[in-house]
């Protein structure tokens, strides 16, 4: 599907690019080798409950990455799906009365509108599930061909046991988690607890495709895997991928499982890294849906806030800090970003050179971005007490490509 609109990223011949370095899921800080192309893979919604700030967060988060891989002229290939056939939707749909496909049509439209008022730049591919039921349906006879594929009932799953180590958590948590997550650890008939579905076959009057494992639609796990291996493998790179990234509520199952669906599937590693941003908060409380307590971009936006004031808000805090949005975080972004927007107008300002180097060393700095916000506002007030240089433009510019900034 078309993505939306791509922002410019400014060339910035006199800024040097050291290598990003960003925190895994295995907590290191490891350092990330450009590559050509680099090959990164972003959990993308499930349309429902598009977009809530924790949404925007995780998205802006790996935006970061794809600017500072643009900006430094490394090659970049970006693919997220849209989940726009799952549980949650069929749920939320029936509870409407909606059609599920004009819920997620509708959601899927609103996300494009906030991802382009919040500057992120769109995946090279962007890819329903809907629209990738054969390649889906290839990756799964694949885990048959290597005898990881079982049936209990209609339904297909994987067997996950010979794949089973580093585990993030503990056999019995990983159960519950997984339970919550959309598993079904206490099935009868399953090989493993941990198995999970990978082709579910069709019931009552829910949507189904027709396949070689019957009439039916995909496990959460396996779309993401087969989408990414289709967009991204080259045939022989092992891992496949450099980075798998999303929210850290990813980290177990989906991150865990889509490794070892494709470990079992092709016999080479899936991502080198997986790295995972974390949740936002709303007046102290975690914002998820159980909790009823989202904030919505379109609202937001629909209120008259400017999407470079939510854009600020949220990389004032650093993207692996559970971080809480309030009234007040909304209001001090809004008089920070009026300062920038102000100095920025100035026909000179103090040096600059400096500044953007630093910025520049923030972001390679495991996307420090509280850090490069912090400088911009010591910047923007010698600006206003000691003008020297005509070089607004230039910052402008550079804060636009690097964070997504528009001011
Ligand atoms: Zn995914």
Redesign the pocket.
């Given at each position: 599907m078309n993505p939306w609109p791509n922002p410019h990223i400014a060339s910035m011949p006199d800024l040097r690019f050291s290598s990003l370095k960003l925190i895994n899921s295995k907590n290191e800080l490891t350092t990330i080798e450009p590559a050509t192309p680099f090959k990164i893979?972003?959990?993308?919604i499930t349309p429902y409950d598009a977009t809530h700030l924790g949404h925007a967060a995780t998205y802006i988060a790996f935006d970061l990455i794809n600017r500072y891989q643009q900006s430094a002229g490394n090659q970049i290939n970006f693919v997220e799906?849209v989940?726009d056939i799952d549980d949650p939707l069929l749920v939320r749909a029936k509870r409407d009365s909606l059609d599920w496909k004009v819920l997620a049509d509708n959601q899927v439209n609103l996300f494009l509108t906030d991802m382009t008022a919040l500057r992120v730049i769109p995946p090279a591919h962007l890819v329903k599930v809907t629209s990738s039921m054969k390649i889906i349906e290839d990756f799964i006879e694949r885990l048959d061909q290597r005898g990881f594929l079982y049936q209990v009932g209609r339904d297909h799953y994987f067997s996950v046991e010979d794949f089973l180590d580093q585990m993030p958590l503990s056999n019995d948590d990983a159960i519950k988690v997984f339970s919550e997550r959309g598993g079904d650890p206490e099935r009868a008939g399953k090989k493993h607890p941990l198995d999970p579905v990978v082709w579910l076959a069709h019931q009552g009057d829910d949507p189904a495709w027709e396949s070689k494992f019957g009439l039916g639609r995909p496990g959460?796990?396996v779309?993401?895997?087969a989408i990414?291996v289709n967009y991204l493998d080259n045939g022989n790179a092992d891992p496949i991928i450099h980075i798998?990234g999303?929210g850290s509520d990813?980290i177990f199952p989906?991150?865990y499982m889509?490794e070892q669906i494709v470990k079992a599937a092709y016999g080479r590693g899936f991502a080198k890294n997986f790295v995972h941003s974390a949740m936002i908060h709303l007046d102290g409380e975690k914002m998820s849906k159980s909790k009823g307590n989202l904030v919505f971009v379109s609202k937001l936006l629909s209120e008259g806030i400017d999407p470079m004031v939510i854009r600020w808000a949220l990389l004032s805090g650093h993207y692996q800090q559970d971080r809480s949005w309030n009234e007040e975080l909304l209001l001090k972004s809004t008089s920070q970003v009026n300062l920038l927007r102000s100095v920025l107008a100035q026909s000179e300002v103090d040096a600059t050179s400096e500044l953007m180097q630093s910025i520049v060393a923030d972001i390679a700095n495991n996307l420090d971005t509280p850090s490069a916000l912090s400088r911009l506002l010591l910047w923007a007030k010698s600006s206003q007490s000691s003008p020297k240089v005509n070089e607004s433009g230039l910052v402008s510019r550079g804060i636009d490509s690097l964070l997504g900034l528009a001011l």
């Open positions: 893979y972003v959990c993308g799906n989940t959460w796990h779309e993401c895997t990414a798998q999303g990813l989906h991150h889509s």
